[in-house]
């Protein structure tokens, strides 16, 4: 069995009885970076071997922890979040299905949902575009999402959001609605709202720190 363990993005008091449950029998925790999910652990009291399975070795390990999961129940976790979502997983679960390995999610902490939960712009249809390119193929993913008529979220790191706005203002232009949450679920928890100008306005002078969800209206 193969668990993917959603953990916290922030407030560690968001993962869940179950995961907790999980980590604690599993016989193996794989972690995208070993040192983050060590200090989740140690935390939890929880004290597993761990295995390390990230972007960057992603291709070359997924055989072997596959094949382990064909004799071990394996949890895998990522730094903050659900696993896959704009983090490392794909491949691992791929792998798993195509072996026949049992593949369970539980459900948990992920960042657009409370995003867009408290936007204020509509929900019954959204696009969730994750990060997007930082450079090549960039203007081609922001032109693509202006066109959108349905909601959409963007993920974006703090030395980059102004970038970001100034970007969306000139394919979406400057009065398309938009809200953007930063340190979601922590003590210093931010949500902007207004036009795109609006916001441009009000981080233009600004140090922004924590990572940002940024959810737009759709084209009218």
Do not use: W
């Not at 668990?3 to 869940?16: F, V």
């Not at 019954?124 to 202006?146: A, C, I, M, N, Q």
């Not at 394919?171 to 938009?178: E, F």
């Not at 902007?192 to 959810?215: F, N, W």
Request: proline fraction near 5%; charged fraction near 25%; include cysteine.
């Amino acid at each position: 069995m193969l668990y993917l363990i959603p953990t916290p993005i922030g407030n560690l008091k968001d993962i869940t009885l179950r995961a907790i449950e999980i980590l604690r029998d599993v016989e193996l925790i794989v972690a995208e970076d070993t040192r983050v999910s060590g200090k989740l652990l140690k935390h939890l009291d929880i004290s597993k071997p761990l295995r390390s399975l990230h972007q960057n070795n992603e291709h070359a390990k997924v055989n072997e922890i596959c094949d382990l999961a064909k004799s071990k129940d394996i949890a895998y976790i990522t730094d903050a979040g659900t696993p896959g979502i704009s983090d490392p997983g794909f491949l691992l679960v791929r792998a798993c299905i195509k072996e026949g390995i049992n593949v369970e999610c539980l459900p948990g902490p992920t960042a657009f949902v409370p995003a867009l939960a408290v936007s204020g712009l509509p929900m019954d249809t959204f696009y969730f575009e994750g990060f997007l390119p930082h450079k090549k193929g960039r203007s081609t993913r922001l032109k693509h999402v202006s066109e959108l008529t349905c909601t959409t979220i963007l993920y974006e790191s703090p030395h980059r959001i102004q970038k970001c706005i100034s970007q969306l203002i000139e394919h979406c232009g400057p009065d398309r609605r938009a809200c953007i949450v930063r340190e979601l679920s922590k003590m210093h928890e931010e949500k902007i709202y207004g036009t795109l100008e609006d916001i441009q306005k009000t981080i233009a002078d600004r140090t922004i720190k924590g990572e940002i969800v940024v959810v737009i209206e759709g084209k009218r």
